[in-house]
């Protein structure tokens, strides 16, 4: 497919809806620096569905204007889950972070300005592109740094693609007492994995508290079926995003490679 690159998440969406694009591929989180801000809120509002998963292996280079020494350099921009990346590199070399609107974007403000005491956090084609050199590469924090992407599109697919299959879903639980307990309940009893859960504020206010969850499984499975009911009666909410097949080296991270 022809890569077609966005400002923003919600113009990568707005994409899809519009049909100027078949698919998103959106950041969820990254191994070393955390969830990406915002996703969470973006996905259930989207009127996308998730039917694919991805997991990219990130590699970060240090690029300056030619001929720029790395003692040069006192500031490095790029997006600001990049630099949550790179913060052993920086502190050593005392290096102030800048945020920026994306990595390769980064890099063609750090060629247009062409100051060699600014850098970028980005990838070695970045530089290729806007004729940067590399003064570092792979300056990580961790050597298994890697990003979860969640590929999405206007229509769901339900088929079961692989025997390891995830479904992503979104919930609120009722005003009752013990209600998050009571309803994570149903996935313990019918020995459904649940790879994550994440809580978040909506609407502004502390009281309304919106889950994000992964779990293993495909929404036919009967313990998946049987646990999925046990959860709509505890919840005002619930909103299935989708299901997909894992990626093959899920199980590579989950074991620490």
Known sequence: MEALPCRTFE??????????????????????????????HLLPESGLHIIDEAFVRVHI??????GTPL???????SHTVLLGQCRGFLRQHGIRGVTGADTAGSAKEVAARGNPSLA????PLAGEIYGLDRLADQI?????NTTRFLI????????RRSDNMLTSFVFRVRNIPAALYKAMGGFATNGVNMTKLESYMVDGVFTATQFYADVEGHPEDPALQRALEELR???????????YPADPLRATQQNGG
Request: cysteine-free; aromatic content about 6%; proline content about 4%.
């Open 120 to 123: 970028a956090l980005a990838s």
């Open 233 to 243: 009666y505890f919840t005002s909410m619930l909103n299935i995003l989708g299901t």
């Open 152 to 159: 999405m599109s206007r229509e769901p697919d339900f088929a």
């Open 71 to 77: 003692s040069q350099v006192r500031e490095a921009m």
């Open 61 to 66: 280079s240090l690029l300056a204007v030619p």
């Open 140 to 144: 990580e924090d961790r050597q298994n």
């Open 11 to 40: 113009d990568v969406i707005e994409a899809v809806r519009s049909h100027q694009a078949d698919l998103a591929m959106l950041p969820v989180e990254n191994s070393t620096y955390g969830r990406v801000a915002d996703i969470h």
